[in-house]
């Protein structure tokens, strides 16, 4: 059923899609989730999630300088922007795309506590892999769900798998998983993707309360892997019709 949404929703709304582009002269927004205050969930061994987000757009905006292409990073010094501007000042900039960099938690029900460092910690091992997620209130919604099952497959045949925990019809999840195959949700009210005039895409990279893949994230070898799913990404969409 899921699938079939999705196909309808690209198939009614392809008139509005783009015409296809230069990869390498469109520029792609690297979004890091919130910022040095504001730093998102926790990790297993204490580490702000911010942390995880900015050195992973580095990482990709590096990797996409070295393939030509031209990454446009926000906030690059961890600096409070509201999501509300985040899209208008890369649609400034030049910026055809967004993907906004996350890592993932799970719902306090499934967290334990256990010793690390001398201090006591959360953690979950219940869950891991990636999600996506689009906002249908985005103004160019079939371009960010094209960008979407694009980065999704890319990160499939680099070997990574999705999380499918954010359906689950429990208080702070429930989301709609359009695509389970690809981890692919719709969220309609994340802010970062509906207030931003362009196509928008939200990657959750990892979960980072599972204490393995706290670990995984970090090393250079996963994060090659999700810099080059976003090339591939990218290339495919721009060069989609």
Known sequence: M??????ACLLLLGGMAHASCDP????????????KQRYGATSARGLPEWQFNHDLVLHLAEHLLALGRRPLVLAP???????????????????SLLLSIHHDSAQPRYLQRWQYGGDERRYSDRFHGFSLFVSERNGHFAESL????QLGTALLAAGLSPTLHHAEPIPGEGRQLLEPRLGLYRFDD???LHSTPLPAVLLEAGVIVNRDEE????TPA???????AVATALDRWCQAE
Do not use: Y
């Open 215 to 218: 670990l995984l994230v970090q």
């Open 146 to 149: 094209r960008f979407a099952e």
């Open 24 to 35: 390498a002269q469109t520029a792609i927004a690297l979004d890091t989730g919130h910022d």
């Open 190 to 192: 994340l802010k970062i």
């Open 2 to 7: 899921s699938r079939h949404w999705l196909s």
């Open 222 to 228: 996963f994060r090659a892997e999700v810099a080059q």
């Open 77 to 95: 010094a961890g600096e409070a922007i509201p999501l509300t501007e985040r899209g208008g000042r890369a649609a400034a900039q030049g910026a």
